[in-house]
């Protein structure tokens, strides 16, 4: 008789943690979160994001519904689009903070959570985002600055691969306070072959240039293309870009773990959306910034393999 009652108190709560279960996933399962980015197509940063954000989704159980547009007003209307929608979250780059700000303020005046992710890292508060996942622009652009000002930098081609981006003006801007010489320039990133062409005849017409700062991985490659005796140096990763760090082609990279991004993005709103949380207590969560070069890039190539870094 104990070993039957032993075993029918076995089966029931087996029969309440399989019953929590189900309720749990199924009222996660619930949980839709709209994922905006201003993600230029082509762009293999974006792909990193993308992963970190639906493999959370996996994790913890809700739908991501994905959009993206490169123009300001457009991802202004996704957002809206999703607010429309009536999601449970969104998680939006807030990269030209003024244009995002009306469709910002529609999603949190009709109780959708919104967290900021990548940039916007100034103002995601100001526009009544409740979290920020990324890097601090500003100091990524100063550390790089500092480091390359040590080797000997005093001429840097800071290069902007999208207009009226907050994050790479800060990015630049960090760069130029740690070297007064760097010149920005202004490329179309979504056009690989002009990107590759511009920075060529900027080489041939400038000498004095001695290193090209790509604020992204296909731009380093691009400037890798457009060949001279600048030394190249990048933010972020890809695999080939991962490569060329190893092959010295591309002397590092600060990384600003876009995984990461995508992945605390989406999990802390299903945290606020089941429990209330909050991640960062009011602050900022940095995901960055860090250097990738010669000394470990044979331990983060892997992951840039696995595009997961």
Same mark, same amino acid.
């Given at each position: 008789?104990?070993?039957?009652?032993?075993?029918?108190?076995?089966?029931?709560?087996?029969?309440?943690?399989?019953?929590?279960?189900?309720?749990?996933?199924?009222?996660?399962?619930?949980?839709?979160?709209?994922?905006?980015?201003?993600?230029?197509?082509?762009?293999?940063?974006? /792909? @990193?994001?993308?992963? !970190? #954000? $639906?493999?959370? &989704?996996?994790?913890?159980?809700?739908?991501?519904?994905?959009?993206? *547009? +490169?123009?300001?007003?457009?991802?202004?209307?996704?957002?809206?689009?999703?607010?429309?929608?009536?999601?449970?979250?969104?998680?939006?780059?807030?990269?030209?903070?003024?244009?995002?700000?009306?469709?910002?303020?529609?999603?949190?005046?009709?109780?959708?959570?919104?967290?900021?992710?990548?940039?916007?890292?100034?103002?995601?508060?100001?526009?009544?985002?409740?979290?920020?996942?990324?890097?601090?622009?500003?100091?990524?652009?100063?550390?790089?600055?500092?480091?390359?000002?040590?080797?000997?930098?005093?001429?840097?081609?800071?290069?902007?691969?999208?207009?009226?981006?907050?994050?790479?003006?800060?990015?630049?801007?960090?760069?130029?306070?740690?070297?007064?010489?760097?010149? /920005? @320039?202004?490329?179309? !990133? #979504? $056009?690989?072959? &002009?990107?590759?062409?511009?920075?060529?005849?900027?080489?041939?017409? *400038? +000498?004095?240039?001695?290193?090209?700062?790509?604020?992204?991985?296909?731009?380093?490659?691009?400037?890798?293309?457009?060949?001279?005796?600048?030394?190249?140096?990048?933010?972020?990763?890809?695999?080939?870009?991962?490569?060329?760090?190893?092959?010295?082609?591309?002397?590092?990279?600060?990384?600003?773990?876009?995984?990461?991004?995508?992945?605390?993005?989406?999990?802390?709103?299903?945290?606020?959306?089941?429990?209330?949380?909050?991640?960062?207590?009011?602050?900022?969560?940095?995901?960055?910034?860090?250097?990738?070069?010669?000394?470990?890039?044979?331990?983060?190539?892997?992951?840039?393999?696995?595009?997961?870094?």
């Amino acid at each position: 008789m104990r070993v039957l009652a032993v075993g029918v108190t076995a089966l029931l709560l087996l029969g309440a943690c399989s019953e929590g279960g189900r309720q749990e996933s199924a009222e996660s399962a619930a949980y839709t979160i709209a994922f905006v980015t201003h993600e230029t197509p082509g762009d293999t940063f974006w /792909n @990193i994001v993308r992963a !970190g #954000a $639906d493999q959370a &989704a996996k994790d913890v159980g809700v739908e991501v519904r994905h959009s993206n *547009d +490169p123009d300001a007003g457009k991802q202004a209307t996704l957002i809206q689009q999703a607010v429309d929608a009536e999601v449970q979250g969104i998680a939006t780059t807030l990269v030209t903070p003024d244009a995002l700000a009306g469709s910002v303020k529609a999603a949190t005046t009709a109780g959708i959570p919104v967290v900021g992710l990548n940039a916007g890292i100034d103002r995601y508060r100001e526009l009544g985002a409740l979290m920020y996942f990324g890097s601090d622009e500003t100091v990524a652009g100063t550390s790089l600055g500092e480091r390359i000002k040590a080797a000997g930098a005093k001429h840097p081609l800071c290069v902007i691969h999208q207009t009226g981006s907050v994050a790479l003006e800060a990015r630049c801007a960090g760069l130029k306070s740690a070297v007064p010489g760097t010149e /920005n @320039i202004q490329v179309n !990133g #979504a $056009d690989d072959v &002009a990107v590759t062409s511009t920075l060529q005849a900027k080489l041939a017409q *400038d +000498p004095t240039i001695d290193y090209v700062v790509a604020l992204t991985a296909p731009v380093a490659l691009d400037a890798i293309k457009a060949g001279g005796t600048a030394k190249i140096v990048t933010f972020d990763l890809n695999r080939e870009t991962a490569k060329a760090v190893q092959d010295g082609t591309v002397e590092f990279a600060v990384d600003q773990q876009p995984y990461l991004q995508g992945y605390l993005a989406v999990s802390s709103l299903y945290l606020y959306l089941k429990n209330g949380n909050d991640i960062g207590g009011g602050k900022p969560v940095l995901t960055g910034p860090s250097f990738v070069d010669k000394t470990n890039i044979d331990t983060i190539l892997p992951f840039t393999e696995k595009n997961t870094r």
